[in-house]
């Protein structure tokens, strides 16, 4: 092997390794309430339990990028190695900030134990169990999507976060507000237009990087979640299903909504 090959060969080890060892992918906006007109920073975020290194926007890994407010406008990243990877323009009212990724591949192979660490970190034991001619242990390849949202406010009005329809599994907060204070909220997990039951959604708080509520989606798609403190927040999940295409067992998609909860 020249050396060439093999500084490749390395680097694709390491890529591979840190994106299999990151659980969450979520956007963080520079600011969650902000005023009219305002310019926000979007930065994309991989890591686990809320803390994560920042990523650059590549146009062949997004299969989706938008902002939605009364319209919906395209968001252009900024490309090379910038750090936030977006910026876009806010109008008054809320603000749905959405960006899908292209599937991304792994193998875990014989002896590989993280597949079954990942499998129990998300409690996906009930869905895989409903597929009984998949693999349920190593060896075992999957492809996996990432669906993440963000709520950015504008302005004092009270608004409510809808399906955007953008994903094909999306989180969505329940009710009306001007403000998130500290409470338990009624969030939904949709796949497409259907409420989506049995899948485990975790609520993880940014100072402390600690899940401080978690529960399974009832038969409405809903879990209730307290957010007990003022902080940003990370709402996710995934969700596990026999991949169409037949190289691979599984596709996952990984659901995801960041919002801030104020005094």
Known sequence: MTLHHSLTFSIGLLVTSTQIQAHEFWLEPSDHYTGVNQTIDI??????TFRGSAQPYLPEETANFVLINQTKQSITGLLG???PAARAQVSEGLNQLIHQTTPFSIRFGD???RWANYIALDGLEQQLNQHADLPKTVPVTERYVRCAKSLIQVGGARVEDTLTGEMPFELVLNGSWSQLHTRTYQVTLF???KPLEGVLVKAFRHSDRQVVAEAYT???GQVNLNLPTADRYLLSGVVIRPDTDPNYDW???WPSLTIEVVN
């Open 218 to 220: 009832d038969q409405d």
């Open 111 to 113: 002896g590989d134990e």
């Open 81 to 83: 190695d910038s750090r």
């Open 191 to 193: 796949e497409q237009q």
């Open 251 to 253: 596709i996952s998609h």
């Open 43 to 48: 930065t994309l975020k991989v890591g686990e």
